[in-house]
C-alpha cells in the first residue's frame, strides 16, 4: 500500500491557462473522490468516481471543470481557462465501497496547490 | 440551511492537558461522523470514526463522542503532546457517494 499519490505538488499557473492534475489512488480502491480546500477552510467535495464512472458532482464543479477516470484507476482534474478564484489546494481520495470501518474511511493524498496568478 | 460548526479559534493548552475539540451540526442526518487531522500543507489523515448508534469510540489517547440528539460531537486527545500541533476536521458522511463535508477546523497548539 503506497498511499494516494498526486502529481504535480505544486502549479503556479497565469490567468486564462489550462492546467491539469493527476491522481494515483490506493490500487483496490474503487471509489476516487475530488475536493478543494481554500486557506482556513475545510475541504469541499467536487467530484467522484466509482470505477470508471462519475456519478456526482457538486455545483461548485463549473463547466470549466471536467474530471476523467479512464479505466478505473488514475484521475485527471483539468481546469480551463483559469481564474484567480481557482487558486486552491485540489485534493484527491480513495476508498473501497463497503460498510466497514476500513472500507468506509477515505484516504487522502498530500493534494496539488494551485496559484493562479 | 446545512451547516458543521467547529472553533474557529485555535486552542492552545499545555502538554500534559486534555484537549477537548467540538463539533455541531444542523439540518444533517449523517450515518457516521469522522475526525482527520491536517498538517500544514499535507492532506487529511484519518484518526476516528463513528457511527450514529454509537455513543463513544476510542484509540489510543483519543476519544470521541456522537450525540445525535445535541448534533454534536466531541474529540478529546488526553495526555496532548507537542507533536499533536495540528488542525483537527470533523467531516459528515452523506449520501450514497459516502462523500464527506467537512467542519472549518480547529487548529490545536500544544505547549511545554
Not at chain 1, 503556479?12 to 481554500?38: A, M
Request: glycine share 6%.
Amino acid at each position: 500500500d503506497t498511499g494516494v499519490s498526486q502529481d504535480p505538488r505544486h502549479k503556479i499557473t497565469k490567468r486564462g491557462q489550462n492546467v491539469t492534475f493527476r491522481c494515483d489512488p490506493i490500487s483496490e480502491h474503487n471509489r476516487l473522490y475530488w475536493y478543494r480546500q481554500t486557506l482556513g477552510q475545510g475541504p469541499e467535495f467536487l467530484t467522484y468516481f466509482q470505477n470508471e464512472a462519475q456519478l456526482e458532482k457538486s455545483r461548485l464543479l463549473s463547466d470549466r471543470f471536467s474530471a476523467e477516470r479512464p479505466k478505473g484507476s488514475f484521475s485527471t482534474l483539468e481546469i480551463q481557462r483559469t481564474e484567480q478564484g481557482d487558486s486552491a489546494m485540489y485534493l484527491c481520495a480513495s476508498r473501497t465501497a463497503g460498510t466497514s470501518v476500513r472500507t468506509d474511511t477515505q484516504y487522502f493524498g498530500p493534494g496539488t496547490r494551485l496559484t493562479v496568478l | 440551511s446545512q451547516k458543521i460548526e467547529q472553533n474557529s479559534e485555535a486552542l492552545n493548552i499545555q502538554e500534559g492537558k486534555t484537549a477537548t475539540l467540538t463539533c455541531n451540526y444542523t439540518n444533517y442526518s449523517p450515518a457516521y461522523l469522522q475526525w482527520y487531522r491536517q498538517d500544514p500543507g499535507r492532506g487529511p489523515v484519518f484518526l476516528l470514526l463513528i457511527r450514529e448508534n454509537e455513543k463513544e469510540k476510542r484509540k489510543e489517547r483519543l476519544k470521541v463522542t456522537f450525540d445525535t440528539t445535541l448534533k454534536q460531537s466531541l474529540f478529546h486527545i488526553t495526555a496532548s503532546q507537542p507533536a499533536d500541533s495540528a488542525t483537527y476536521l470533523c467531516a459528515l458522511v452523506t449520501g450514497t457517494a459516502s462523500k464527506l463535508t467537512f467542519g472549518t477546523g480547529t487548529r490545536l497548539q500544544v505547549t511545554l
